[in-house]
Every structure is written in C-alpha cells, then in structure tokens.
C-alpha cells in the first residue's frame, strides 16, 4: 500500500532558532500519526535537522547532478546523502523559473538523486495560461515524460511526484478537490502505462500549492491524494499539526 506523506518545504525561511524550534514540533506532531512526515528546511538548517529528530524523514531543497568539482555554491546529490539527508526536492516550479532548470537537467538530477541514494520528490505542475487553454493534461505527462520517462522499473518505483499547480503555489489559490483529483488520477495512469499497475498504485502522489488546515481535509480525501507538499502552511506548527488531524485524513485507508 502507498505511503500517505505530509511534508514541510520550508523554503528560504526562518531563524537558525525558529528552525530548531520548528523542527521540535514537528517531532511531537510525529509521535501522534501514522502518516509520514517529511521536511526540506533550507540547506543550512539540514544537518541540525537531521540530528534533531529521528521520527521524521528530513531531505534538501534541492541538490547538484555532479558528485564534486569546481561548481561554486553548489552542493552535490551525493554530499547530501553523506550528510545523513534521505530525499530531495525536483522540479519545483520557482527553481525551473527563478533559475531556469530546463527538464533536460532535472533528468540529470533526478539520475544523480537516485545513483546516490536519495528519494526524488519530483514536481511538476502547469500555469495559469496552460491550464485555460485546457492543455494542463498533456502538458504535465510531458513533464514526466521528459524527466521520469526513461528510469528503469526499480527507479520509478522510488520516485514520490508532487503535483504543484504553478497558479496554486503562495498565491491562496487552490485547485479544487475535483482539478486535483483529475491530475493526479491521470499521472498515476501515465505510470501506469510507462511502466506497471503495481509501481502506479505504489506511488505516492501528493497535493502542493496553497493547501492550508480549511482546504486540507477536502484534498485529501480524494482517492488519489497520497497527502501534500506544503509550503507556507508548514512554517506554522498550529497549521501543520492540523493538517495531519483533519478528520477526512485519519479516516482514510
Ligand atoms: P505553498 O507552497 O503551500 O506556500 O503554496 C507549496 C510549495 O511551493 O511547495
């Protein structure tokens, strides 16, 4: 049976205090539930994260393709691992835009993640201007075409995807229990077809953009929404600690 998964992105955010405050929280919550709890806190913050809890799965925002060499600032998937991280971020919208990854180098990163032994938590997710046209179907499968397309049986069936909605991303927008579920059930059949029914109903797929505790219950009780990937939200241990007990959640199988 797939895993359900809440995780914290915790994005360019909080104090090394807030952090440590935060992360303690988050193992209290932890002890409580029987669903998974994942944080990506900022790069900085991950050892202190990782020696601070053991109850939760703690992974980076994001990781190099190359395992060393003159790459300034950067911080390779394998150096990562070796600090104790077990997954780490994909394809996320603000890094595909901000910093311009093309799908071409986030196949890179997703190879690297997996030579080195972390979990990819690949996201994907169309715009605004995407979705009206009605092409937001098509448009993700190619996404996942492009960068997960090419991975072995044994490779997939590591990877957890992130359906993000660009226009749902810190802007209080959500999309609808109804938009979610179409997605989600359609990138479970893209596996589905790519690879095999029991790597597609094994694979956590998980809600992100603007889910809060009001919206939370209603996402999650769609069949499959293996839970979510949560930004704003997540720096609010009140906030959090209610979208693990959102009754639709604990009721669900
Ligand atoms: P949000 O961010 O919950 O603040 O919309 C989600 C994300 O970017 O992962």
Redesign the pocket.
Known sequence: MRKKIIAG?WKMNLSSEEATELISQYARIAQSSEVNLMVFPPMIYLKDCIKAVTNIGVGAQNGFPIDSGAFTGEVSMKQIKMAGANAVLIG?S?RRSLFHESDAFLKQKIDAALESGLIPFFCCGESLEVRNSNEHIAFVQNQLHTVLGHLSDDQMSQIVIAY?PIW???TGLTASSAQAEEMHSSIRNWIKTQFNSSISDNCSILY????NPSNAAELFACPNVDGG?????SLKSTDFEQLFSAEAWITLN
């Open positions: 992105n996320h603000e993000e749902a991303i810190g992100g953009g603007s889910c990937l949560i930004g704003g939200a």
